[in-house]
């Protein structure tokens, strides 16, 4: 029997579900592998730009019905609408159950403020020339296509996943710049309202930072993606994580301080879940 993790709250962004780029699989094995409180959606789950009626595998309807079943349990689910799934801002505000939809989000965590939203807000290039930005969603979608076949190969041959977006991104100033830009802004208005931290996605670079300005401090997170970093934000014991699925499989989430406090047969059984995916990977 597989051991669930618990956590208070995990966060998943730019899932894509509806593109080539999204890897449906691998959400959905990190989704069996928790019990959280609340399941935040933090914007660009479903792609609507470029939906196609052609294109919707049953991995990607699996992830759909897996968050509906997490409802049902009892998971408060939280939708933050985002740019690739801004139709659902017309709905800003409804709850059906377990499951609301919200174009931001304030919560208290331990007596401290966290702000969430998807980040779009806050892009010039989508403010200014949403047809441009659409256009480039569908270079972006090709490019990841093409890195599945590139990924495939290197997998068959022992070695390791190779993001060609990510290498774009990395090479070109401009892209640099704009991600850096998109971060202090963001954390500048976040400390000018006084929010301890700071959660958003958009950008496809997962990232937790401590940033301080001259006006005070706060914590910029932001939950990444799953179409070439496979990552979410996790909160536990009053502090964040990003989980890596690459890297930390089904790895527990315990603080040290309570390793004491747990059953032996416990720990004996998650040590035993790592071992075996380090085999498989």
């Known amino acids: 029997m597989k051991i669930k993790r618990k956590i208070e ?5 730019d ?10 699989k691998q959400l959905l094995t990190y989704l069996n592998s928790i019990t959280p409180k609340k399941l935040i959606l933090n914007g660009d789950i479903i792609d609507v730009w470029q939906f196609s009626k052609r294109y919707f595998p049953k991995s990607h309807l699996k992830v ?20 690739h799934d801004e139709m659902l801002r017309k709905f800003s505000g409804t709850s059906i159950g377990n499951i609301s939809i919200v174009d931001k989000l304030v919560l208290e965590l331990h007596g401290k403020k966290a702000w969430f939203f998807h980040g ?3 892009d010039v290039s989508i403010q200014n020339a949403k047809w441009l930005a ?29 993001s060609l977006s990510k ?17 202090k802004t963001i954390s500048d208005l976040a400390i000018e309202n006084g929010y301890d931290y700071v959660i958003c996605g958009h950008i496809h670079q997962p ?25 979410a934000l996790e909160y536990q014991f009053k502090r964040w994580k990003i989980y890596n699925y690459s890297n930390d499989k089904l790895a527990p989430f315990y603080p040290d301080e309570e390793f004491e406090d747990k ?10 879940i790592v071992e075996q995916q380090k085999k498989k990977s």
């Open 134 to 162: 659409k256009l480039g969603g569908y270079g972006y979608d090709l490019l990841t296509l093409l890195n599945r076949g590139v990924n495939w190969y290197l997998e068959k041959r022992g070695k390791e996943r190779y």
């Open 167 to 183: 290498k774009v991104k990395n090479g070109v100033k401009g892209a640099v710049k704009y991600i850096d830009d998109y971060e």
């Open 64 to 83: 759909i019905k897996k968050i509906m079943d997490m409802a049902a349990d009892g998971v408060e689910i939280i939708y933050i609408t985002g740019n």
């Open 120 to 122: 779009d807000v806050f």
């Open 207 to 231: 990232k937790m930072e401590y940033i301080e300005n001259k006006y005070g401090k706060t914590v910029y997170l932001n939950s990444g993606d799953w179409v070439e970093n496979f990552t």
């Open 9 to 13: 709250i995990a966060v998943i962004s």
């Open 263 to 272: 059953e032996i047969k416990d720990l004996i059984a998650a040590i035993t």
């Open 15 to 24: 899932v894509h579900l509806g593109t080539y780029g999204c890897h449906a």
